[in-house]
């Protein structure tokens, strides 16, 4: 919440709360201060954030180690990349229409997310529909766009045995419920049993604990790998794609990406595909069909977020601790 704060003889300065980082460190260094409110400046709007979203990403940034994935930003800093919630001000050459409208946005490397004011160029700020709920907007915007830029890239079918590393994450959890709309034969996996009950609630064909000794039997043969873990797991998985097959790797929560050789490139005829990075971020028309799908389909119920017991604005430590520990399901956010 913004308030007015006054030192003697000044005006009165609008301020907001935020999450600051002045170090790289563990998520102690993730601290609430108090900030002048930010204002719009030409063709920008201000969103009052009832809601932002928080990613794994965030964490490496924050330990200062994003694995060259992203370069390390200038201290201080806010973290957070999606915000959504209400505008409240409009900068110059803005239609005042958006005033009072509910809007989501992703902010980009820019950041600012962990804050109950953000502000961003209207031409990517996008209205929420009615029906959707604002934490659930923040999971589209950036999860549910990228879920639909993975689909994009290794589309699954009928014919598909489809196997889901991180299936009860925010993006597996979306990935989970359109490979089972596309027809295909859905496996599942993920660490621990409620997490794995989840994802057999998400629509699974098979459900498999990848913390368990023996999961690879269990999970069985597939054509398409959907792979965010890498790692040991990743290989695992690699190991039980059919020859012919295809492994769409967009990310390695394990820490490493899965180890791919030209014997299975070759050899076994497997086809890899980067589903993120450059043939994301080179997608002719950007990301903004990807973001409007991404919102329309959770507004008409095609696709659920799931999304993690929110976290108080206060409390960003806590998210990252229990996000970098594996104690989440589905999508966290922040609420002031």
């Known amino acids: ?87 409240d001000a409009v900068g110059e050459g803005v239609d005042p229409a958006w005033l009072g409208r509910r809007a989501v946005a992703h902010l980009g490397q820019t950041s600012g997310g962990y804050a109950t004011r953000a502000v961003r160029e209207v031409a990517a700020v996008h209205e929420v529909p009615s029906a959707l709920a604002l934490p659930a907007a923040v999971a589209m915007i950036g999860t549910g766009r990228t879920a639909l830029g993975v689909l994009e890239a290794a589309p699954p079918g009928p014919e598909d045995t489809v196997l889901i590393l991180g ?54 043969p597939a054509t398409l790998v959907l792979d965010g873990v890498g790692g040991d797991r990743g290989r695992a998985a690699l190991g039980l794609l059919r020859d012919g097959g295809r492994i769409a790797v967009f990310g390695w929560s394990s820490g490493e990406p899965t180890a791919l050789t030209l014997l299975d490139l070759i050899g076994r005829g497997v086809t890899a595909i980067p589903a993120i990075g450059p043939r994301l971020l080179g997608r002719p028309g950007g990301f903004r069909d990807l973001s409007e799908a991404a919102l329309a389909a959770a507004a008409a119920g095609e696709l659920v977020p799931l999304v993690h017991p929110p976290f108080a604005l206060k409390d960003a430590a806590e998210a990252h601790r229990a996000l970098e520990g594996r104690a989440t399901i589905g999508k966290v956010v922040l609420v002031p």
Do not use: C, N
Request: no cysteine; glycine share 16%.
């Open 1 to 87: 919440m913004a308030r007015g704060l006054t030192t003697p003889g000044a005006p009165t300065v609008a301020v907001m709360h935020a999450i600051r980082q002045h170090e790289f460190g563990p998520p102690d260094v993730l601290r609430l201060e108090e900030l002048p409110d930010p204002v719009p400046g030409p063709g920008q709007v201000r969103i009052a954030v009832a809601a932002a979203g928080v990613h794994l990403l965030d964490t490496s940034i924050r330990s200062g180690a994003s694995g060259g994935q992203f370069p390390l930003p200038e201290l201080p800093m806010t973290p957070g990349r999606e915000v959504a919630g209400v505008v």
């Open 167 to 220: 299936a009860a994450g925010g993006l597996g959890a979306l990935l989970v419920q359109a490979a089972k709309a596309a027809g295909a034969t859905v496996v599942g996996a993920a660490g621990g049993r409620s997490k794995v009950w989840h994802v057999g609630e998400l629509g699974a064909d098979v459900a498999v604990d990848y913390d368990e000794p023996g999961w690879a039997q269990a999970a069985g």
